[in-house]
């Protein structure tokens, strides 16, 4: 009985995990505010393609961050975020979206090339329409963030840096929204889905097969990403477009990255205790950005952020600037 409660008081210190952030490990999720807005439907799939709304108290029009639940495209759920993930940012000002999206399988049943392309897309349909909605919910189109865990951090970094999804000419009106962000801050970000460079940089990486087609019923981790190796010249192309370290150009928004599970200083070429979460992503991203002169905020233990402190301070101290 005591060893159990030392192990319950050990993990309650422990920052939260990159598996913990926006995912409920339990049958019961987390305890939060009740939403101004529950299950609002932004997609033809009704039963994953939903966000929950929670609008801050301002006589001003409001910035917005959106939490994107981990689970890596394959399980999760936007109530996985509760009271403490949800709170300092209204407290601030700042309204939450959580949002669901379509799983790896469900792509691929709809026969959706990559399958990932439904994941990141339905991401970008969210925000924009969380955006059409700005003078309804008293939000600040212009000032949009965006959070996560693992997939959902890969997901928030996509969004970051990919261009503008937004078609004026369109008929539709909320595809004539922006799909950019003004910032991101993420833990435990994929920053590459591309097998050949994951492996220079973690010599064990086994992420991302299932991103672009190679999963199947008793298929491992591992045996999907040898397929993607395998098949790598053919899919480049998607890799191209949906890594996130691809986009980066020198308009994009300030990145916080943060790797609170990193057991030895990241070097490229060493073997992880996680390769999934390792940050050797961080390392190689904020590189780049830093090489296009973005604002790249990278923090793991040994080396943390004191600028700042934390991914909800840095959102929160970005989203609130004039």
Known sequence: MIQRMLILALLLMVSPSVFAQGQAKTNQPPTRPDPTVADFVYGQDSERQKFDFWQAKSDKPTPVVLLIHGGGWVNGD???????????????GVSVASLNYRFIAQAMQQKIEPPVKACLHDAARA???????????NIDPKRVGATGGSAGACTSLWLALHDDLADPQSGDPIARQSSRLSCAAVNGAQTSLDPKELREWIPNAIYGGHAFGFAEKGRSRPQEFELLMA?????????KEYSPIELVTKDDPPIYLDYPNQKTPPASGQQEADPTHS??????????????????????????????????KFLIVKLNAE
């Open 231 to 239: 098949g790598r010249e053919k899919v480049l192309p998607w890799i």
């Open 127 to 137: 925000l924009q329409t969380i955006r059409s909605k700005a003078k309804q919910w």
């Open 279 to 312: 940050a050797m992503y961080g390392v190689k991203l904020a590189e780049k950005l830093s090489a296009a002169g973005v604002e790249a905020v990278l923090s793991y233990p040994g080396h943390q952020d004191t600028k700042y402190g934390s991914i909800a």
């Open 78 to 92: 936007k109530s996985g975020y509760g009271t403490s993930s949800i709170q300092p940012y209204l407290d601030s």
